[in-house]
């Protein structure tokens, strides 16, 4: 599955990686090398990110299920006190 970014982020992206050179070492770089080091980044870093997440987020679920009994169990027939724990008894 390829990981791809609706064109909103895209714009937002490079101008964030434009910013970072020119504060981060006083370079400037135009849209076009923000735009390819964002595409590198995109394509071999980003799966590592993306893969990381599904990991914990199967870990997070996997541990809810596990404990969805405990979490979400009610007694039935409730209304009515235990017979030991009626008054007179």
């Known amino acids: ?37 964002l595409d590198y980044f995109v394509r071999e870093i980003a799966p590592c990110v993306y893969n990381r997440a599904i990991a914990d987020a199967q870990v997070y679920l996997r541990d809810r299920v596990a404990d969805l009994e405990g979490a979400c169990w009610e007694r039935e027939f409730g209304y009515w006190p235990p017979p030991s724990q009626r008054a007179g008894r």
């Open 1 to 37: 599955m390829a990981i791809s970014l609706a064109p909103d982020v895209t714009k937002q992206a490079v101008a964030s990686i434009r910013r970072f050179f020119a504060e981060s070492w006083g370079q400037e770089v135009g849209d076009l090398k923000a735009g390819l080091l």
